[in-house]
């Protein structure tokens, strides 16, 4: 009876060891993965803000070198300059000493004049960097530094630097976090003044007609003062003969579905029945549209 007991004890006895050794394993396992996720997350941290303070100081000596111009140059690149200026710090710069690099997956940078700014271009930069560096208060302040007026993100493809930002006014992560993919192209756009921000400005309107002629929006169609003839019917004239006479109008659709020749200045009576009418303009198809709300 003793020697059972001791046996059915000594097997419960490594049972437990056993049960101890794979949570002990469980617990190393999970501390080993969670350092490494730590070391990793604080290997991005440290680049992000590396890249952040290069950025800073990168467009502030690139406003520093060219204080006394007119502007930054055309769609000059100014990288090697800046290089050589001493503005970019020695661990951005490549081996070959004339291009900088950055730490997110090996891609360049680029500082290109943008007229009376410049854009300095991150390629194949990954998401995580791409979502913590692109970001814009309402001062035009960022991580990147001060007087940013945009940004342009694209998938992978270069991004045209002449045509503005793809995204103005204050930015967060989440209005990019859609465009922000690994290996994306980042633009971050400067003003050459660092106090500069991005003002909206309204696009004017895209039709207005002439001041004489009404408006209804019922029938999407102006009364126009005057004549009107489809483009063809008559060949351009700087007068017109005709029985109307002062306070004539004309129903005109918008949009025209034909080009138009308007007469609408009243000049004189001529005989007993014609009166003329001077030319005033040539409107293409589809060129007259409804009345923008903008319009004066």
């Not at 070959?96 to 930069?125: E, L, M, R, S």
């Not at 913590?132 to 270069?158: F, H, K, N, Q, Y």
């Not at 633009?187 to 002629?213: I, R, S």
């Amino acid at each position: 009876m003793s020697i059972t007991f001791n046996l059915v004890f000594a097997a419960r006895r490594r049972a437990i060891s056993l049960i101890e050794g794979v949570l002990y394993l469980v617990i190393a396992l999970a501390v080993i993965v969670g350092g490494i996720v730590f070391f990793q997350q604080s290997q991005l941290s440290n680049a992000v803000t590396d890249t952040a303070r290069a950025a800073v100081g990168i467009s502030s000596q690139a406003r520093a070198l060219y204080q006394n111009q007119t502007g930054f140059g055309d769609n000059e690149d100014l990288t090697l300059a800046m290089i050589r200026a001493g503005a970019v710090p020695s661990n951005f710069i490549d081996n070959t000493g004339d291009a900088i690099a950055h730490p997110f997956g090996g891609g360049g940078v680029t500082i290109t004049g943008n007229g009376k700014g410049f854009v300095i271009a991150y390629d194949d930069i990954s998401q995580a960097a791409c979502l913590r560096l692109a970001s814009i208060d309402d001062a035009g302040v960022g991580p990147m530094g001060t007087g940013i007026v945009g940004l342009t993100i694209a998938e992978s493809e270069a991004i045209d630097t002449t045509q503005p930002p793809a995204i103005t006014g204050t930015v967060r992560a989440e209005a990019v976090s859609a465009s922000c993919t690994d290996g994306a192209v980042m633009a971050v756009y400067y003003a050459q003044n660092p106090g500069a921000k991005f003002v909206e400005v309204e696009a004017p309107p895209e039709w207005c007609p002439p001041n004489d002629w009404v408006w209804d929006e019922g029938s999407s169609t102006y009364q126009v003062p005057g004549i009107t003839y489809r483009h063809g019917t008559f060949n351009h004239g700087s007068q017109r003969f005709i029985r109307n006479g002062p306070g004539s109008t004309v129903t005109v659709a918008a949009p025209n579905n034909a080009g138009l020749d308007h007469w609408g200045v009243y000049q004189f009576p001529w005989g007993s029945r014609d009166h003329v009418w001077g030319w005033s303009n040539h409107y293409e198809q589809f060129e007259i549209q409804p009345k923008d709300p903008r319009c004066g």
